[in-house]
């Protein structure tokens, strides 16, 4: 349980997707602007990352791994069919994200307009797919696959909300022009990582 528990925490704070891989950047950038279409894409990223990463575990371990054919008959016991992993993960995520944008727009239709092009987007977010190579890459069982999961879109939700509190506070500050919009949000986003730098001294 420790274990778990610190494979969370560490996923949140010292690994966090945006601060410390970079990965996500264009909607983390894009969609910052308010607090409000930042908590919605947050959610949206925590639900597809949660759903696809553990069902990419599942699909690598049951179908794509050398002997993992075996269950269907012993002379499928030698296929290795992991260089399709990159494929499936990605048709996994795509799949995902269309259903979630399906349920915003029946049940949150002015969030599914304030995401706009950046929900199906989702489909490309690299912290998505990144959770579900690291899983393969650190060979997590599926329980630690699921935490990793939930820990990774939770750093990257507080990662995006944390960042459009700060610029819905910049707007009444005195900001040079040539740093207007994306300059300074460059600047704060490279602060906050230097921050979060900071959690890399913890051993878990």
């Given amino acids: 349980m420790e274990h778990l528990a610190g494979i969370l925490v560490k996923s949140i704070f010292v690994e ?14 894009a969609v910052s602007k308010s607090i409000k279409t930042a908590f919605g894409l947050g959610i949206a990223v925590i639900f597809v990352m949660v759903l696809t990463t553990p069902a990419n575990y599942l699909i690598l371990t049951y179908l794509l791994k050398e002997d993992a054919l075996a269950w269907i008959h012993p002379s499928l016991a030698g296929v290795d069919l992991t260089f399709l992993a990159f494929i499936l993960f990605i048709s996994v995520i795509a799949g995902m994200v ?24 989702i489909t490309v977010n690299c ?22 999961s939930l820990g990774m879109g939770i750093g990257f939700f507080l990662a995006i909300v944390a960042l459009a509190a700060v610029r819905e506070k910049l707007r009444y500050s005195h900001i040079p022009d040539p740093l207007k919009g994306l300059g300074i949000a460059m600047i704060i986003t490279g602060l906050m990582a230097l921050a979060f730098l900071s959690f890399a001294g913890i051993q878990l």
Avoid: H
């Fill in 16 to 29: 966090n997707a945006i601060f410390a891989f970079f990965l996500g950047m264009c909607s983390f950038l």
């Fill in 98 to 121: 269309q259903l979630v944008e399906m349920i915003i727009e029946k049940f949150l239709p002015a969030l599914y307009n304030s995401l706009g092009i950046f929900l199906p987007l």
């Fill in 127 to 148: 912290s998505i797919l990144g959770a579900a190579l690291f899983m393969q890459e650190r060979e997590y069982n599926f329980a630690e696959t699921t935490v990793f």
